[in-house]
């Protein structure tokens, strides 16, 4: 198809398709003249991902780029498909952490807490800072927001991660694309899914709309 | 104390206050000569809390905005704490809503869905519809997503709306306050756990670092 089907197929102006090309966002089609090309449909599928990435993740093309470029990538194995998938929706300056080079990790109470907790996570993860800020401001500024109340959230992060991870396919290339694309997705779900349960819940409780 | 002792109490430079009390985000503090103004703890508190919105949260400062607005607010009781709270964070546009004057809900497929699963939630929110995107989006991008996992990831959420709930103090002030930030930073917490969880349940599973 050329640029025009494309984008009657992803909803897309031609415009802000061109714009992807040109970042490299989607890649080239096959040029039928020096002017004209034809896509196929893995460009279809690719804009649909930068869409849902974008409109539903909520993520900019920046963010999108580099997850794109984890998808596409192929040092997957070298760093192992989570910390990579989840290093490229952190930060370029993560993508390039070596744990075998690393030095001693920083101490913190949620580096503490994930080791009291038995949880084998790599305490070098900046993962952990954004714990430690998060539990910081839920502490300062929510009524009984104490260490009980976090294992209970932890307990339902953990069924959710069990779900996550079992359907991972084994394919390395495949597995990075599942766990990028189902960290930012799920995400946006567990959001949505959080907001109802809670009006559910607290109709159920108060019996007021 | 004056303007340079709460920069130095909250951390934030003293032309980023100066931008807050203009904005009207922080109250302006009690006048002691034409050029100056003395601060109390609310004011540390207040900038605090916007610092925890913006940084723990993501919120941009007119989202900051409408959700201390919302805190602040007379009306919280005409729409349901939970409701106004929810709205603060989607857009002004919903904020004014009002459920006794509103057509038939729309209908799809998130809407069938939360009236099969029994949850009462109110059919005209738009969270349905950002629950209809991310369920396309998951089912379009992840291996093996359909129903049943929605359904699993629901339990989890229920289970987490629950937590959210149980603290929610009587008074509705207090209320919309510990709803609002509630759902702001223990996104940010969850969002962390989940990663965390990830690795742990992926290293207990394959043994793979």
Known sequence: MRISGLSERTGLPVATL????????????????????RYDD??????????ALTEVGGLDLATVDRVLSSIDGPDVE???VLGSAQRALLGAEFV???????????????RDWVTRRGWQVDLHDPVLDALDRAWD????????????????????????????????PPDPHAAVRQVVLG????????VALRRLA????????????
């Open 96 to 110: 390039e952490y070596d744990p075998a080079t690393a030095d001693e990790p920083p101490t913190s109470r949620a």
């Open 198 to 209: 809670q009006q559910h819940v607290a109709v159920s409780r108060h019996g007021d709309g």
């Open 42 to 51: 893995t460009h279809v599928e690719r804009v649909r991902l930068i869409r």
């Open 18 to 37: 061109k714009y992807y090309l040109r970042e490299g966002l989607v890649p080239p089609g096959r040029a039928t003249s020096p002017n004209q090309a």
């Open 183 to 190: 960290t930012v997705l799920v995400d946006a779900l567990l």
């Open 137 to 168: 401001a839920c502490e300062a500024s929510l009524v009984g927001f104490d260490e009980g109340k976090l294992g209970v959230y932890a307990d339902a992060a953990e069924r959710i991660a069990q779900i996550d991870v079992e359907s991972v």
């Open 78 to 80: 070298r760093l192992g």
